[in-house]
């Protein structure tokens, strides 16, 4: 049955009545606080400056800033907290979403959004220069989301996308420094990205974003407009491609594509004959998560996802000769800058949180050892002993249809194995995305509290093949549910947990999954499949309880990529039978449902009408609002508070029932 959206007015009672008997924080003196954990941080994307500087985002004011740090010894210098001096560059109320440094490193693009809307405008400043002084608006329109894509290579102009003329389609532009004026490079209906430019800036290459399993590669000429095809995709078929650059001479590309076998691999491309080859088959058993090519093209890095976890291999161009690669620990890669010969990246892992190295490469070596590298970000570890923080396990389960499920475990320290313990499955968002071993402050913080954490990539999932990312697109959309309530089946099955002491946890499509499988779970108890529930509680961040008020009300520029997953608006009957709001007398366990007020995708509206009709049922769910957030909570005291209430509901449902009662719920 269909059901009309509540009236603010009464959705706000609602929740006003709601919020009023969320639970306080449970206390653990002998411990660190959520607060202390909360408040572990690492510097973010940091870059180095001509003056050997370091340009970086962090937030101990509790929202992202740009700082810059000078080593005090500029003769042999360190970027360890007390050998610099630091400097806060920003001050934007809401944060700063993002930078990008021209190749000179004499101008950098500041990208701000106000209240969580996402609606990000970009600014220019000098880096070296004293806080406070001019900077120059590039895009300054609060209805309009824009983004630096590239520079060209001597820094004389940017690329960017932006929403302004259509608010459905990202166009490009090109801003020119001499005459601060931007000029339009293409202007056809779609998300169009820039990927590289030539060094003579008169052809580019761009990607048009249609869906995660459509994705097109066009070489632009700027002069005339014309667009070549360069997508790799079978005869009469999609595939998900991405541009990663020019090679040397600017004749040949880089191309992934999961076109061949529905891997995302790395071909070349000849931009004259048009022929193919796939350039890395020594790693071909693995997915790619991605490529990228230096500023002067003399190397190519590649990180193949093995398992969740990040492995790096290094090549120099244009020979493709096998390079070592900067030694790291297991867990996720990334980088945040590949020029002067210099590779920036970063390791996270359940026991680091997302430290930044600068290695310097050379094509002579032969080991990791010869190349120079640079730690260049510490850790505020807020007196946290880091080495007692577990590490998770990779498990798979199998699915109804006999499909193998990954999933990460993650135990409480001094955990015996065989004894029940309460357990939270965590669902990732997306759907396009994937659960990676890196590190979360919230997970360890719940870990030492006893609780238990299961990390299911259900199908759907990113990181194994085109075929299982489709596995849960439109009308197979409920058998991903169908995943994530096998993951509590699994965890009772091998003694972990019990029935009712597991809780559903989730943010985006993972509050969309957070609340479907509790529908799940109880269905399964109704047809008879089992005769007790397994969850016991639900936590629903920003997350999608009906998909037909979602795609109407979600931003015009998502609608349509929406619909490709989920199935188009035109299908209302579909969308509302996977819909958790339309069966919501199934819903039998403590909710709690967190929210941003300014979320431009999945709109406060959907958080609304599930309070309402539980609250209506003589349900009474714990309600968290934020006035000043949009997709998540990015301020530090909103993080504190949301956490603080969601521990504290989390050891009153599951950490405390007792299991012969869970049937009772």
């Known amino acids: 049955m269909r059901r009309p959206l509540a009236s603010a007015k009464h959705a706000l009672a609602v929740l006003l009545t709601c919020t009023a008997v969320m639970l306080p924080a449970v206390s653990h003196a002998a411990k660190p606080t959520i607060e202390q954990f909360l408040?572990?941080?690492?510097?973010?994307?940091?870059?180095?400056?001509?003056?050997?500087?370091?340009?970086?985002?962090?937030?101990?004011?509790?929202?992202?800033?740009?700082?810059?740090?000078?080593?005090?010894?500029?003769?042999?210098?360190?970027?360890?907290?007390?050998?610099?001096?630091?400097?806060?560059?920003?001050d934007f109320p809401d944060g700063l979403s993002a930078f990008s440094l021209s190749p000179d490193g004499k101008r950098v693009v500041l990208m701000h959004a106000r209240g969580g809307n996402e609606n990000t405008q970009l600014t220019l400043m000098d880096p070296l220069v004293a806080p406070g002084a001019p900077t120059t608006p590039i895009l300054a329109n609060p209805k309009v989301q824009a983004s630096v894509n590239l520079w060209v290579a001597d820094?004389?102009?940017?690329?960017?996308?932006?929403?302004?003329?259509?608010?459905?389609?990202?166009?490009?532009?090109?801003?020119?420094?001499?005459?601060?004026?931007?000029?339009?490079?293409?202007?056809?209906?779609?998300?169009?990205?820039?990927?590289?430019?030539?060094?003579?800036?008169?052809?580019?290459?761009?990607?048009?974003?249609l869906s995660a399993s459509a994705t097109e590669v066009f070489e632009l000429d700027l002069a005339t407009g014309k667009r070549t095809d360069l997508t790799l995709r079978p005869k009469d078929g999609t595939a998900s491609c991405q541009p990663v650059g020019y090679l040397p001479g600017e004749r040949a590309v880089m191309i992934l594509s999961d076109w061949k076998d529905g891997r995302s691999r790395l071909y070349q491309r000849d931009l004259k004959s048009g022929?193919?080859?796939?350039?890395?088959?020594?790693?071909?058993?693995?997915?790619?998560?991605?490529?990228?090519?230096?500023?002067?093209?003399?190397?190519?890095?590649?990180?193949?996802?093995?398992?969740?976890?990040?492995?790096?291999?290094?090549?120099?161009?244009?020979?493709?000769?096998?390079?070592?690669?900067?030694?790291?620990?297991?867990?996720?890669?990334?980088?945040?800058?590949?020029?002067?010969?210099?590779?920036?990246?970063?390791?996270?892992?359940?026991?680091?949180?997302?430290?930044?190295?600068?290695?310097?490469?050379?094509?002579t070596a032969k080991r990791p050892e010869d190349y120079t590298t640079r730690q260049l970000t510490w850790t505020d570890d807020q007196g946290i002993d880091f080495t007692s923080f577990s590490l998770p396990e990779l498990v798979t389960y199998k699915a109804f249809d006999g499909r193998d499920i990954s999933?990460?475990?993650?135990?409480?320290?001094?955990?015996?194995?065989g004894t029940p313990i309460p357990f939270v499955v965590l669902y990732h968002g997306g759907p396009e995305s994937q659960h990676r071993p890196g590190f979360s402050a919230t997970d360890q913080y719940l870990l030492t509290?006893?609780?238990?954490?299961?990390?299911?990539?259900?199908r759907g999932s990113t990181g194994y093949g085109r075929e299982f990312q489709m596995l849960d697109d439109y009308k197979k959309r409920w058998d991903s549910v169908r995943d994530g309530v096998d993951a509590a089946e699994w965890l009772v099955k091998n003694g972990y947990s019990q029935p009712g002491r597991i809780a559903t946890f989730g943010g985006s499509y993972g509050g969309f999954m957070s609340v479907a499988?509790?529908?799940?779970?109880?269905?399964?108890?109704?047809?008879?499949?089992?005769?007790?529930?397994?969850?016991?509680?639900?936590?629903?961040?920003?997350?999608?309880?009906?998909?037909?008020?979602?795609?109407?009300?979600?931003?015009?520029y998502r609608?349509?990529?929406?619909?490709?997953?989920?199935?188009?608006?035109?299908?209302?009957?579909?969308?509302?039978?996977?819909?958790?709001?339309?069966?919501?007398?199934?819903?039998?366990?403590?909710?709690?449902?967190?929210?941003?007020?300014?979320?431009?995708?999945?709109?406060?509206?959907?958080?609304m009408q599930i309070a309402t009709a539980l609250k209506q049922r003589g349900r009474n769910p714990r309600v968290f609002i934020a006035?000043?957030?949009?997709?998540?909570?990015?301020?530090?005291?909103?993080?504190?508070?949301?956490?603080?209430?969601?521990?504290?509901?989390?050891?009153?449902?599951i950490g405390k029932v007792a299991p012969q009662a869970s049937a009772e719920r």
């Not at 998540?632 to 993080?639: H, T, V, Y």
């Open 275 to 363: 022929a193919v080859r796939e350039a890395l088959p020594a790693l071909s058993a693995w997915e790619l998560d991605g490529a990228n090519i230096d500023d002067d093209r003399q190397y190519l890095i590649a990180a193949a996802n093995e398992n969740g976890y990040s492995t790096a291999y290094l090549y120099s161009l244009p020979d493709l000769k096998p390079l070592p690669a900067p030694t790291a620990e297991k867990g996720v890669l990334g980088g945040s800058s590949f020029r002067n010969n210099t590779l920036i990246w970063t390791l996270s892992n359940a026991r680091r949180p997302g430290t930044a190295f600068a290695t310097t490469l050379s094509k």
């Open 155 to 209: 820094g004389s102009a940017l690329v960017y996308s932006a929403n302004d003329e259509s608010p459905e389609d990202f166009y490009l532009y090109r801003w020119d420094f001499a005459t601060n004026k931007a000029t339009k490079l293409l202007g056809e209906k779609g998300s169009w990205a820039a990927g590289d430019v030539t060094r003579d800036g008169k052809r580019m290459l761009v990607g048009h974003y």
């Open 559 to 607: 609608r349509a990529l929406r619909e490709v997953e989920y199935g188009p608006l035109t299908d209302k009957d579909f969308l509302e039978s996977v819909s958790s709001l339309n069966r919501v007398e199934k819903i039998q366990v403590p909710m709690f449902i967190a929210h941003g007020f300014n979320d431009p995708r999945v709109p406060v509206e959907e958080a």
């Open 627 to 653: 006035p000043d957030e949009g997709h998540g909570f990015a301020k530090l005291d909103n993080r504190i508070y949301f956490n603080e209430r969601a521990a504290a509901f989390l050891e009153e449902t």
């Open 39 to 90: 408040k572990i941080r690492t510097p973010g994307a940091p870059v180095i400056l001509p003056d050997g500087s370091l340009l970086y985002r962090d937030w101990p004011d509790g929202v992202f800033q740009l700082y810059r740090a000078v080593p005090k010894n500029a003769a042999n210098p360190s970027y360890a907290r007390d050998q610099v001096t630091v400097t806060k560059l920003t």
């Open 449 to 458: 509290r006893g609780f238990g954490i299961l990390k299911p990539n259900v």
């Open 517 to 556: 499988c509790i529908v799940e779970d109880q269905e399964r108890v109704d047809r008879g499949e089992r005769k007790e529930r397994l969850f016991g509680a639900s936590v629903d961040i920003v997350g999608i309880v009906n998909l037909r008020t979602f795609l109407e009300r979600t931003s015009g």
């Open 407 to 417: 999933a990460f475990v993650f135990l409480p320290p001094g955990y015996q194995k």
